[in-house]
């Protein structure tokens, strides 16, 4: 199934979020990506509608193992892309803000291609 970019963006940033607080709602995607709270409320009830998240009753945030695999793939990409835009001489917020374009757009061929020149 093809995901949407911005899904991807809610689902990574869920992940990222999840590493660094442990506990994630809403509000902290809220003021993590800066969108409005309706936005953010829309975006949650697509993806749990989907089955790539669940909600408790307290409105906590867990991935599905579908989000959890997006969410996995498109940080990879994101660390991966930054770390190699760095190492070419790219200002990291520059690297960081590219990588974050370019890792929904890049083929997973042409991702693992990068990987294998990258690692060696």
Excluded at 8 to 30: F, P, T, W
Aim: some cysteine; overall charge negative; hydrophobic content about 40%.
């Amino acid at each position: 199934m093809k995901i949407h970019e911005s899904a991807e963006n809610y689902l990574e940033s869920i992940l990222m979020l999840a590493q660094k607080k442990g506990m994630v709602r809403s509000i902290d995607i809220v003021n993590e990506l800066e969108y409005s709270k309706p936005s953010v409320s829309v975006a949650m009830k697509n993806l749990r509608e989907n089955g790539y998240i669940q909600m408790d009753s307290d409105g906590y945030i867990t991935l599905l193992p579908p989000g959890q695999e997006i969410a996995e793939r498109m940080y990879e990409r994101h660390v991966a892309l930054s770390q190699w835009l760095i190492s070419l001489g790219v200002d990291p917020e520059v690297a960081v803000k590219d990588a974050c374009k370019m890792e929904h757009v890049i083929s997973n061929e042409t991702f693992e291609a990068m990987k294998k020149v990258i690692e060696n």
